[in-house]
T-cell receptor, first 114, second 111 residues
């Protein structure tokens, strides 16, 4: 059982380039999330999707777009990368209806923007 | 609004020492509270949780009690091991859709 899978694990971009981070979960969860982790800042929510077909902004959505492709997949796109987007990105999923309240995280994607 | 404040790190302890990591929260309603742990190079994983006041969450020797009167959820362990070295995050969720995390506390346990 893979859980939450993110790709790529590492990426280096130049300022202005675009890229998409992919995330897939095999736990049949309705809710999926994208967080970024920065030193001294903890985890900050970028976007989340409470169910297939819906997406909502989190705390730091500027510069990002998301797509909930189907129940399994939730991608994060940087259209024009900036050095401020250098971070570790985590995808997570949860099953709100079961009221477990637990988030399941992927292993993270480390992005460097030069 | 909702927020979580946790003890600044890093924390360095000797093996078998007692651990406390403080966490306080602000919430508009009645949140569930969580401690997540992140081992080096990995994603976060749930360590323990409590869903209502006075509940105690426990796992792997770690404990935390949901204190509504002090809006706190401090993490404790009686005797830490080298394998407990990690970053610990306190978090809350009211709706199950949005989770609010503290900034994380890095723990290093030395033999």
């Amino acid at each position: 059982n893979a859980g939450v899978t993110q790709t790529p694990k590492f990426q280096v971009l130049k300022t202005g380039q675009s890229m998409t981070l992919q995330c897939a979960q095999d736990m049949n969860h309705n809710s999926m999330y994208w967080y970024r982790q920065d030193p001294g800042m903890g985890l900050r929510l970028i976007y989340y999707s409470a169910s297939e077909g819906t997406t909502d902004k989190g705390e730091v959505p500027n510069g990002y777009n998301v797509s909930r492709l189907n129940k399994r997949e939730f991608s994060l796109r940087l259209e024009s990368a900036a050095p401020s987007q250098t971070s570790v990105y985590f995808c997570a999923s949860s099953e709100r209806e079961l009221n477990t309240g637990e988030l399941f995280f992927g292993e993270g994607s480390r992005l460097t923007v030069l | 609004g909702n927020s979580v404040t946790q003890m600044e790190g890093p924390v360095t302890l000797s093996e078998e020492a007692f651990l406390t990591i403080n966490c306080t929260y602000t919430a508009t309603g009645y949140p569930s509270l969580f401690w997540y742990v992140q081992y080096p190079g990995e994603g976060l994983q749930l360590l323990l949780k409590a869903t209502k006041a006075d509940d105690k969450g426990s796992n792997k020797g770690f404990e935390a009690t949901y204190r509504k009167e002090t809006t706190s959820f401090h993490l404790e362990k009686g005797s830490v091991q080298v394998s407990d070295s990690a970053v610990y995050f306190c978090a809350l969720s009211e709706t199950g859709n949005q989770f609010y995390f503290g900034t994380g506390t890095s723990l290093t346990v030395i033999p």
